[in-house]
C-alpha cells in the first residue's frame, strides 16, 4: 500500500513565521499594511495575506508612500530604506530576523571600525537578493558578493579580507571558499571570516538526506522565488545523484519513528513545484 509522509522538519523558518504573525497582529488591528515584497517566497501563502488585507508593494511603490506603515519582511532592509521611512513618515513594522539583524550589524561593525588596513568585506551570497542588498548596504554598497567559489578567484587577495555568508547559502561551498582563500593568499594580509550560515537552514540538509533516502518518491515543494528551497532541492539532487552514480545502496541508521532498519531506494525527485 502507498504510503504518504510529509517531511516533519518541512516548512517555514522561524524568521518567516514571525513575520507572519507580525503581519497577521497588525492586520487584526484594522488599518492598512503594506509588506515591502512578498512576506515570504511561497505564493498560496501570499495570497492567504492579501485577502486578509495585506498589500505588497515594490521599493519604487514605497518611495512614493507617505504616513502609512509598512511592514519589513524577515530578509532586511539596507539603512536607506530607514532613511525613506523617516522622511516620508512611514510607521516601521519591523519584522527583520533576528539572525539577519546580527549579521548586518557585524557587518556594519567591521565596516565602520578605524582601520589602518582597511580589510576587503566579502559576502558569499546572491547578487540581488533582497538579505544581501540590505547586508551590502550596511558598507555603503563596498562590499564584494561572490556567488560561488569560481568567483573567489576574482577577489584581490593581496589585501586584507573579512568574509561572511547570506544566511540561507550551501556550508559546504563556504568552506571551500574558505579554503580557497587561506591557500591563495598574500603572506602579508590578514583573513578573517565568519560563518554566518542559519542553522534553520544547514541543519535541513541532513535532514532532508536523511528523509529522502527512506522514501521512494520524493515531491520537493518550495516556491520557485525561494533561496532556501533552491539551496535546499539543488543539494539533494546532487546528493541522490552522487550515491546513484556511485551505484552504492543507501544504508541508514534505524529509524526509531518506523522502525524500518535499512532502505535501499529506487530514488526520483521530483521538480521544484510551488
Ligand atoms: S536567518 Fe534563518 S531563520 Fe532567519 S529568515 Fe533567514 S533562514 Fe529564516
Redesign the pocket.
Known sequence: MTQIEIDKESGF????VTAIHKAEEELAQGGTLYCLGDIVHNSREVERLKAMGLITINHEEFAQLKNVKVLLR??GEPPETYEIARQNNIEIIDAT?P??LRLQKRIKQAYTQEDPHRKQIIIYGKNGHA?VLGLVGQTNGEAIVIEKLEEAERLDLSKNICLYSQ??KSLDEFGQIVEYIKSHLSPEVTFEYFDTI?R??ANRIPNIRKFAASHDLIFFVSGKKSS?GKMLFADLWSHLYAEMADGRNIQIPPDEDSGKESINPRFELTKIIS
Open positions: 523558518c522561524f524568521g518567516v524577515a530578509h530576523c539572525v539577519v538579505e544566511t540561507t542559519c534553520q537552514v532556501n
